[in-house]
């Protein structure tokens, strides 16, 4: 299992929002570089960077952030937040991501979304499925869709992706344990999948526990940097 730090960009700055809510957000770093090279050092190799403004305004725009960061470390940056066009797109991989973070649109214009999967492949995606009360949550999180979870899987697993990050949006930022149940329901369902976990991770017992699930990898936020898991023991646990 591969764990995945993530750095949340407003205004430039490295912050964490509570349960996708603009208004917690607190200001962890001014210097997101730092944080990227810092999980560097530390041996990690992936990153989950994300455009929060972008997100906001259905439209990239810390895509300077992303350059840096893949100009200046060798992680391998999944990008997201606000990826609405073919420009975005564009945008995104000129600028140094591995993977296409792809949420909203998803949603929003699945003919676009599948055109891009032809055009730069399925691999090189990475399909964001947010959720409240397992249902898909998209715009940043503000719009609650009736789409079920597992019926948006099914949908793009069937057009060839693999590689779902899932957010329990009640528990983001909560650090108060990730959805388990959640997960095993869908590793269940879909056998092929390479399912990322995300929220509510706030000790180590809680990544072994997603491991011992059968998640491939695990995006880690607000646990880090609030210390309540160092970088060390991320360093040392078993990938």
Known sequence: MVIIPAIDI??????RLTQGDYEQKKIYNEKPLEVAKAFEDAGLTRLHLVDLD?????????????ELIAGKTSLKIDF????????DIEISFDAGARWATIGSLA????????D????YEPDNFLLGADVRNEKIAINGW?????????DFIRKYMDKGLRQIFCTDIGKDGMMQGPSTDLYKRIIAEFHKIYLIAS???????DLFELKRLGC?????????????????????FDL
């Open 116 to 119: 891009w999967l032809i055009q």
């Open 199 to 205: 929220g509510g991770v706030g000790t180590v017992q």
């Open 107 to 114: 949603v929003r214009n699945e003919e676009l979304f599948y």
């Open 216 to 236: 491939e990898g695990v995006i880690i936020g607000k646990a880090i940097y609030e210390g309540k898991i160092t970088l060390k023991e991320l360093s040392v």
């Open 10 to 15: 407003l205004n430039g700055k490295c912050v």
């Open 80 to 87: 997201g937040g606000g990826i609405q066009s073919s420009e």
């Open 54 to 66: 972008g997100a906001r305004a259905g439209k990239v725009k810390n895509w300077k952030v992303l």
């Open 142 to 150: 503000l719009e609650t869709t009736e789409i079920r979870i597992i």
